[in-house]
């Protein structure tokens, strides 16, 4: 499977963006999926993820109240709102793909499959 993250930008702090997973070659609903960030001189680290049908969701303290995962299926499509954003924020955002149930959402190794990324800069 090959997942394609967009939506990423330049924004000024408070502003909002939505970020876009999208799947091709197997369908969205096969996996759970995380959003991760990664900026430079820092770990790659969780920011939010959703099981295969959104039951169960995932928010990094960080970003709680500001960020909101969600999925829709039908459009293979996972997205990740995001409001409030601080300059804190910036970072390349990845979208990744888990296909074995159980485990945690949190570590990177837990995910098989990884987008391109997608950078977002938010100045202050």
């Known amino acids: 499977v090959q997942l394609q993250a967009s939506g990423g930008g330049l924004v000024q702090a408070g502003g909002s963006l939505r970020l876009s997973c999208a799947t091709s070659?197997?369908?969205?609903?096969?996996?759970?999926i995380g959003w991760f960030r990664q900026a430079p001189g820092k770990e790659r680290d969780i920011v939010a993820a959703?099981?295969?049908?959104?039951?169960?969701?995932y928010h990094a303290d960080s970003v709680k109240g500001r960020f909101t995962i969600s999925r829709d299926n039908a459009k293979n499509t996972v997205y990740l709102q995001m409001n409030s954003l601080k300059p804190d924020d910036t970072a390349v955002y990845y979208c990744?793909?888990?296909?074995?149930?159980?485990?945690?959402?949190?570590?990177?190794?837990?995910?098989?499959?990884w987008g391109q990324g997608t950078l977002v800069t938010v100045s202050s």
């Open positions: 990744a793909a888990k296909l074995a149930y159980g485990g945690t959402y949190y570590n990177t190794y837990e995910y098989d499959y």
């Open positions: 070659g197997r369908t969205i609903s096969s996996y759970a």
């Open positions: 959703i099981s295969r049908t959104g039951g169960n969701i």
